[in-house]
Nanobody, 120 residues
Framework: VHVVESGGGLVQPGGSLRLSCVAS????????MGWYRQGTMKQRELVAQ???????SYADSVEGRFTISRDNDKNTVYLQMNSLTPEDTGVYYC???????????????WGKGTLVTVSS
């Protein structure tokens, strides 16, 4: 599975951005996709995840401001980010979780990341 993110950039506080993540290749076994982020001097944290069953989950810090969605026809997951603050600055990584057996084991495939900078 090949994962490519796009949509990062510079935005002012209070602004919005939409990130996109396209998964290609052997995607039939992908059961979830989502986003992590890593800010400077911060640990990587899970931002949002969307399962194949359409169950979404969010970090407390983004709940109510970020929305994860997908277009199944395009194998694409989106992260709509509103009311951005400087604390949202970081590299955003998309991942796709592929189930590899019936016992629940799987593997994650990662994109190279897209930089989001929130600054005035």
């Amino acid at each position: 599975v090949h994962v490519v993110e796009s949509g990062g950039g510079l935005v002012q506080p209070g602004g919005s951005l939409r990130l996109s993540c396209v998964a290609s290749g052997r995607t039939a076994g992908v059961v979830a996709m989502g986003w992590y982020r890593q800010g400077t001097m911060k640990q990587r944290e899970l931002v949002a995840q969307l399962t194949r069953g359409n169950s979404a989950s969010y970090a407390d810090s983004v709940e109510g401001r970020f929305t994860i969605s997908r277009d199944n026809d395009k194998n694409t997951v989106y992260l709509q980010m509103n009311s951005l603050t400087p604390e949202d600055t970081g590299v955003y990584y998309c991942y796709a979780h592929e189930l590899t057996d019936f016992e629940g084991n799987g593997v994650d495939f990662w994109g190279k990341g897209t930089l989001v900078t929130v600054s005035s």
